[in-house]
């Protein structure tokens, strides 16, 4: 078969294929009506894109047109053998997420905004859809998106400008694809930990999240402050970190702040402890050589700052 030939030969095949798919799409594997998207972005969305997947096990959903493909959403993604269903008042659509303008591109997710008609959700309306533990909100992982092919897609529309590296997708093939994790790229985003007073010895894991990099580290000091606990009671505690100044050497640290009504579950008289990052038994990914895991972490949210400034 001559070169021409066999050119001809993929692309008859690959339009066939195309064609085959276009006739699967509107079905799902129960032979109903698949709902095609026609946006991920809240301000383009049109009534039709407006889904209601309440008390589904498996929903299949297309993602904008030229895709020619149908994605089943689960609600909880883990190794039970039987899918949870969405909750009741599933009602909403499904849209692009970046934490911010200079986040990196290893931490864009595709959420579900509960919402009742399109006008609500082009005026900013509705709640996202939250997992059972009700602060971690359902989300779809970059890796997932490039797997499916809508990152593709969301390059050629504009939507995403910074396509993700082979770097990026590393991180999630490797750490966060099944689970939630607490990931963090920039100093003051809030992230949530649940602190359970019946639980021995507890290190919490955060991840630092930079382009193509990430730095795993623990959180430690949890014994100190479950001690001073008023209620022995599950509490779910709001974080963030902030970058200071050391008054003697000039040397700057993470700090880690806990949110104002923690100090609320304390016993009369007690304050708040220290809590404080270390290092993780897991490797930092893309990061130089040399460079310890707190320099790391230091080096990246110092650089969003940066980024953060000139934006």
């Known amino acids: 078969m001559s070169l021409y030939t066999r050119s001809k030969f993929h692309k008859s095949l690959k339009l066939a294929r195309q064609t085959f798919i276009r006739t699967l799409i509107h079905h799902n594997a129960r032979g109903k009506p698949s709902r095609i998207l026609s946006t991920v972005l809240p301000s383009q969305i049109q009534p039709e894109d ?37 909750p009741e008042n599933t009602k909403g659509f499904l849209y692009f997420h970046s934490p911010g303008p200079t986040a ?16 609500e959700a082009r005026n900013g309306g509705g709640k996202d859809l939250m997992l059972p533990n009700g602060w971690d909100p359902w989300e779809k992982s970059m890796g997932w998106m490039v797997k499916s092919g809508i990152v593709d897609a969301l390059v050629q529309n504009g939507t995403i400008t910074k396509p993700p590296t082979s770097r990026d997708l590393a991180i999630y093939d490797t750490l966060f694809a099944k689970k939630h994790k607490n990931m963090v790229y920039k100093p003051g985003q809030t992230f949530s930990i649940l602190l359970d007073p019946t639980k021995g010895t507890v290190r919490y894991s955060l991840f630092i999240v930079g382009d193509g990099e990430v730095v795993p580290l623990f959180i430690t000091g949890w ?3 479950r001690a001073k606990l008023a209620f022995k009671d599950n509490l779910v505690l709001h974080l963030h970190l902030r970058i200071s100044a050391s008054l003697n050497d000039s040397t700057d640290t993470i700090q880690i702040l806990l949110s104002a009504d923690a100090t609320s579950r304390l016993r009369k008289g007690m304050v708040l402890p220290h809590v404080s990052l270390t290092r ?15 320099e790391s972490a230091m080096r990246i949210l110092k650089k969003q700052m940066q980024l953060e400034e000139n934006v």
Not at 68 to 86: D, M, Q, W
Not at 104 to 119: D, M, V
């Open 280 to 294: 993780h038994v897991r490797k930092p990914m893309g990061t130089p050589d040399g460079e310890g895991p707190l």
């Open 223 to 225: 014994d100190t402050f």
């Open 50 to 86: 407006i889904i209601d997947i309440s008390g589904s096990k498996r929903p299949n959903v297309g993602f904008l047109p030229a895709l020619y493909a149908t994605h089943g959403l689960r609600y909880i993604v883990g190794h039970a053998s039987k899918p949870v269903k969405f």
């Open 104 to 119: 990196p591109s290893s931490l864009y997710t595709i959420r579900f905004r509960r919402c009742g008609n399109a006008e």
